[in-house]
């Protein structure tokens, strides 16, 4: 019997770490696999550029620049590939999961590679704003990388397993709702209720969205307002706050919905294109340094 319970024991433990296995995120893959790949290489550079000696001192016209130049350049251009890849779909050993993992890694790598090829030698002209565009590229990923590891277990919470359309459909059933109740009560009260009707869900702009706050909400002004009336029947004006706090509440979180997704979206709207400008950038900087050469 104790043989039988420690290999069912074994057996179980063995379940639990496939299943954690499949589970991984993009940033512990293959235990860490490329953090440790991308930690070598910038140490190896680091400990080669003290090493290396380089007459008058270390700079991007150098033999030693030219190699690092070299191997930035092909990275970053390696790196954009990623929204190809997105593509397609495999389990290989260079899944979308492995892909996406080398590329957070070996691009924090670029800021080692990247600032020892100029030698610190940084001044106005196309070859520091190709640095400069690069570090910007990866500050604004790493902003994806926080988001992506951070914000869909929010999204998540927030839904309570509703989608964006059922969410839709809840808000349009509120107003269904209030449109009949609204009938009993009075010209000054019906008023703000009919503007809470015509209300648009995804109205506030991108602001307002990623913000949270919409200081024009027409249904919480219908609330204020029918919660401090006196002038209607006061049973009919009880059930139209009612439905207004619960219309309040699924705006709240249909907003929260749309927050959390622009949040998850709108460093592309950065990233991206400041990845054009640097490889225009870069080409820039390769040209005019191979027209002086």
């Known amino acids: 019997m104790a043989s039988l319970f420690k290999r069912g024991r074994t057996k179980a433990t063995q379940t639990e770490r496939v299943r954690e296995r499949k589970h991984e995120g993009f940033l512990r ?14 140490l190896l550079i680091i400990v080669s550029y003290a090493m290396v000696d380089v007459t008058p001192r270390h700079n991007g016209g150098s033999w030693y620049g030219y190699t690092l130049g070299t191997i930035g350049a092909a990275l970053i251009l390696w790196l954009t590939a990623l929204g190809y890849r997105k593509r397609k779909m495999t389990s290989t050993a260079w899944s979308l999961k492995a892909w996406t993992s080398a590329h957070v890694y070996l691009g924090l790598s670029l800021i080692v590679i990247g600032t020892w090829h100029t030698g610190f030698q940084l001044g106005w002209n196309v070859h520091t704003l190709a640095w400069a565009l690069m570090l910007l ?121 749309l927050r959390l997704r622009a949040l998850l979206e709108i460093w592309l709207y950065v990233h991206v294109p400041l990845t054009f400008a640097l490889i225009a950038a870069l080409s820039a900087h390769i040209i005019s340094v191979f027209f002086y050469w």
Not at 29 to 42: D, E, H, N, Q, T
Not at 220 to 249: C, I
């Open 29 to 42: 893959y293959a235990g860490f696999r490329w953090a440790k790949i991308s930690g070598g290489l910038c």
């Open 137 to 257: 590229v990866i500050l604004s990923g790493l902003y994806g990388v926080i988001v992506y590891a951070t914000l869909p277990a929010a999204l998540s919470n927030n839904r309570d397993e509703m989608t964006q359309m059922q969410m839709l459909e809840a808000i349009r059933a509120f107003d269904r709702q209030l449109h009949s109740a609204a009938q009993p009560l009075t010209p000054a009260d019906t008023a703000p209720v009919l503007a809470a009707l015509d209300e648009d869900p995804f109205a506030g702009g991108i602001v307002a969205r990623l913000g949270g706050r919409y200081p024009n909400c027409a249904t919480a002004a219908a609330l204020r307002t029918l919660a401090a009336s006196l002038s209607s029947d006061a049973a009919a004006r009880e059930k139209v706050v009612g439905l207004l706090k619960q219309k309040v509440a699924a705006l709240a979180r249909l907003r929260a919905h």
